[in-house]
């Protein structure tokens, strides 16, 4: 009995032009083009190994160690994908071992906490997909994988890609041209740092999923930006990295951070994914580069009350001594910082 094995790692990607609204829910079609900054191989990431023998009886899948269902119409979908390319695969090439029929056994682990609501389903179906096609020895293009990838977490088409990342939305009813396209490598603008505050590590309380068709429903303010906001901003945030503008980068991220979650605060009922302490920190981005007079940090924030900051290298020392004194203590080069931690923060708002 033969077992053919392969593994790879897909990193946490994070948004600064965010995904918010499906326009076709089963082929996760969106109703607005996103981008993405893909944190470093070694930072946040999944880890996933696949294994197919014929002698395997059905899926499995153990996710951080636990076995969990592979039931899912997404992971379903996308598991149906790959093998109909491999199948493709094996028709053309006679020689081809017929592994499309057989069963998967899918090993996955993140090196950071699934809890910390810190977008662990982008590099989870990014990862899952990608240990696939290299199973499969899939032929396709990483564009092309990261249509599979889109079917099981729309931001999860971004995670394929390393540096900066922008997800297509494409125009096509079937989905054929919403993918993900390289912007720029990492190598590109290598100052860039990303630093991440854990606010709260409890889960989120509206899934993305469900509170982007709450805002497609009811918000208005949500057609203003997927039709005059975000197509312009898309075109300008492209630019911005090219030509590796951090101030237009930053405010571009910052403003688009904002828009997103005024979208979701005028959903009815509304969605609050950002709590006290966040907003302090937005006021606390905002006053630290006014204090320097140069735009040193950017803020952005997913579906929960974390805040991701971006910034470059040589900007690290200045703005890291004002979080220290602020937060108080580091924890690793992510600056996790928890909740207990923000107690310093408090006072210092406190006037
Ligand atoms: C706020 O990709 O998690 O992080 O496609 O329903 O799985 P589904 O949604 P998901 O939404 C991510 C939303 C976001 C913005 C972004 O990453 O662009």
Not at 43 to 61: C, G, H, I, M
Not at 80 to 87: A, I, M
Not at 113 to 132: D, E
Not at 194 to 201: C, F, G, K, M, N
């Amino acid at each position: 009995m033969t077992i053919y094995t392969a593994s790879t790692t897909a990193p946490v990607n994070i948004a600064t032009l965010k995904y918010w609204g499906k326009r076709d829910k089963k082929l996760n079609l969106p109703t607005n083009s996103s981008i993405s900054v893909t944190l470093a191989q070694d930072d946040l990431r999944t880890l996933t190994s696949v294994a197919t023998s014929e002698s395997f009886s059905e899926d499995q899948l153990w996710l951080n160690g636990k076995l969990e269902s592979l039931e899912s119409e997404r992971t379903q979908n996308c598991l149906q994908d790959l093998r109909d390319l491999r199948s493709k695969l094996e028709l053309s090439d006679k020689n081809a071992i017929p592994m499309s029929k057989w069963k998967l056994h899918i090993v996955s682990e993140n090196n950071f906490p699934t809890a910390a609501g810190l977008a662990s389903s982008a590099a989870g179906f990014a990862a899952l997909v990608a240990a696939i096609a290299k199973l499969y020895e899939l032929p396709e293009s990483a564009s092309e994988i990261s249509k599979i990838a889109r079917k099981g977490s729309g931001s999860a088409c971004r995670s394929l890609f390393g540096g900066y990342v922008a997800w297509e939305m494409g125009t096509k009813a079937d989905g054929s041209d919403s993918k993900a396209v390289e912007v720029a490598s990492r190598e590109h603008w290598p100052e860039m740092k990303a630093a991440i505050l854990v606010v709260s590590d409890a889960k989120k309380d509206t899934p993305s999923t469900s509170g982007m068709q709450l805002t497609v429903a009811t918000s208005d303010l949500f057609q203003e930006r997927i039709q005059n906001v975000v197509p312009k901003r898309f075109e300008q945030m492209k630019q911005a990295i090219v030509s590796r503008d951090f101030p237009l980068f930053a405010e571009l991220t910052m403003r688009d951070s904002n828009s997103f979650h005024a979208t979701c605060l005028d959903s009815y009922p509304p969605i609050f994914y950002m709590n006290d302490t966040s907003r302090q920190i937005v006021k606390l981005c905002h006053q630290i580069n006014a204090f320097f007079n140069e735009t040193v940090v950017a803020y952005t924030f997913d579906a929960g009350p974390n805040a991701v900051l971006y910034y470059l290298q040589h900007n690290e020392t200045k703005l890291m001594a004002f979080i220290y004194q602020v937060f108080g203590q580091n924890q690793g080069w992510e600056l996790k910082f928890s909740a207990q931690d923000l107690s310093a923060f408090k006072d210092y708002f406190a006037d």
